[in-house]
């Protein structure tokens, strides 16, 4: 089992609808949680972050953790074609001497005009 | 610039060939990190420096694979004897590494990567 698990996808979408993306963790260690947008060929773009249960929201974008059942999910909103790219979930463990990520394995995005 | 650079962005070798990767952090930033990246993964953990000091190498997959920063701000990946397993995109990534803040939360932002390909 992967520390990190998402669903490749491709996941897709119509324009204008709710994407949801959805990543679970092994480690119950783990403290903090951010998701990345990578459009292809480039590298990764933070868009959120999250350290305590519950929702996050920053514009269209809404982060939702739930350490209980240790899954975090991003849900953007309105999906514009724009917004095609993969989103990879990366975790940070509390360790001593390290603030390694921690990455799934990313959910390819396709919203379709 | 504002941001982290790489070089080269783009790597051919021969196997058997040494390759020097080189990575600028930006500016005041304590921490820097390398990933790897294969082709359809998300980035692994490679090393971690904090100042000049490399204080996490597990990720390292061989003796192969050397990484420092010697003044503390540019550091460089190096590889000896590249293999064909080793083609992946090499990412680097810094973080301010405040002492009022705890690691775990720091935002790591990354360089546009060098992409390697050994022939």
């Known amino acids: 089992q992967k520390e990190v698990e998402q669903n490749s996808g491709p996941l897709s979408v119509p324009e204008g609808a709710i994407a949801s993306l959805n990543c679970t963790y092994s480690d119950r260690g783990s403290q903090s949680f951010f998701w990345y947008r990578q459009y292809s060929g480039k590298s990764p773009e933070l868009i959120m972050f999250?350290?305590?249960?519950g929702d996050k929201e920053d514009g269209r974008f809404t982060a939702q953790l739930n350490k209980a059942s240790q899954y975090v999910s991003l849900l953007i909103r309105d999906s514009q074609p724009s917004d095609s790219a993969t989103y990879l979930c990366a975790v940070n463990r509390l360790r001593r001497n390290t603030g390694k990520l921690i990455f799934g394995q990313g959910t390819t995005l396709q919203v379709k005009p | 610039g504002a941001g982290v650079s790489q070089s080269p962005r783009y790597k051919v070798a021969k196997r058997g060939q040494d390759v020097a990767l080189r990575c600028d952090p930006i500016s005041g930033h304590v921490s820097l990190f390398w990933y790897q990246q294969a082709l359809g993964q998300g980035p692994e953990f490679l090393t971690y420096f904090q100042n000049e000091a490399q204080l996490d190498k597990s990720g390292l997959p061989s003796d192969r694979f050397f990484a420092e920063r010697p003044e503390g701000s540019v550091s460089t990946l190096k590889i000896q004897r590249t293999q064909q397993e080793d083609s992946a995109v090499y990412l680097c990534?810094?973080?301010?590494?405040?002492?009022?803040?705890?690691?775990?939360?720091?935002?790591?932002?990354f360089g546009p990567g060098t992409r390697l390909l050994v022939l």
């Open positions: 990534a810094s973080s301010l590494g405040s002492r009022l803040a705890q690691s775990h939360q720091e935002t790591q932002y």
């Open positions: 999250i350290y305590s249960n």
